[in-house]
T-cell receptor, first 112, second 115 residues
Framework: KAGVTQTPRYLIKTRGQQVTLSCSPISGHRSVSWYQQTPGQGLQFLFEYFSETQRNKGNFPGRFSGRQFSNSRSEMNVSTLELGDSALYLC???????????FGQGTRLTVV | AQSVSQHNHHVILSEAASLELGCNYSYGGTVNLFWYVQYPGQHLQLLLKYFSGDPLVKGIKGFEAEFIKSKFSFNLRKPSVQWSDTAEYFCAVSRTGGGADGLTFGKGTHLIIQP
């Protein structure tokens, strides 16, 4: 079974631009969560999607948004990028009714 | 909201030494507890989990953890570490049945095993 796949692996963007990250969950998993990992703040929960609906949301500004498609693939968008958005963005998927999350390798975003 | 505290940010041990990494959480309700490991250049992997039942749980690669409800703790242990255990270890908690905060992680412990 293929794991969680995130694309692209690396991204460099300029301040003010926007970016879209993609996540394909494990086959059959309908829940997708996104996390931001930075050296200072550690791993922080961004949001969770289930069956195309945002179910939970962390404490991030509205510049961070996401969506989920009918095939459970998810995208995360960050608008008006700031230097502080530089981070590793991790996607995790879970089977229905299960709390255990399986993580992808992440997308390393650098904002310059 | 729940929070997770990991006692040590950096730990250096020699091979064959015993390991214990501390983790405390704050939340008054019922929680699910996890330890994840992140090897250099690799994705986060689940080491072990506790949902209910026996408070001593065994995970992969010889790791185990004990849930002590009265102390709000979930410490990770391994009797004899190997050089390949060098990695970042994260304790995480989620509310039973999910919840608004998803998984809440500790800041992580960077473990270095010296040959």
């Amino acid at each position: 079974k293929a794991g969680v796949t995130q694309t692209p692996r690396y991204l460099i963007k300029t301040r003010g631009q926007q970016v879209t990250l993609s996540c394909s969950p494990i086959s059959g998993h309908r829940s997708v969560s996104w996390y931001q990992q930075t050296p200072g703040q550690g791993l922080q929960f961004l949001f969770e999607y289930f069956s195309e609906t945002q179910r939970n949301k962390g404490n991030f500004p509205g510049r961070f948004s996401g969506r989920q498609f009918s095939n459970s693939r998810s995208e995360m968008n960050v608008s008006t990028l700031e230097l502080g958005d530089s981070a590793l963005y991790l996607c995790a998927s879970s089977a229905t009714g299960k709390t255990e999350a399986f993580f992808g390798q992440g997308t390393r975003l650098t904002v310059v | 909201a729940q929070s997770v505290s990991q006692h040590n940010h950096h730990v250096i041990l020699s091979e064959a030494a015993s390991l214990e990494l501390g983790c405390n959480y704050s939340y008054g309700g019922t929680v699910n507890l996890f330890w994840y490991v992140q090897y250099p250049g690799q994705h986060l992997q689940l080491l072990l989990k506790y949902f209910s039942g026996d408070p001593l749980v065994k995970g992969i690669k010889g790791f185990e953890a004990e849930f002590i409800k009265s102390k709000f703790s979930f410490n990770l242990r391994k009797p004899s570490v190997q050089w390949s255990d060098t990695a970042e270890y994260f304790c995480a908690v989620s509310r039973t049945g999910g919840g608004a905060d998803g998984l809440t992680f500790g800041k992580g412990t960077h473990l270095i095993i010296q040959p």
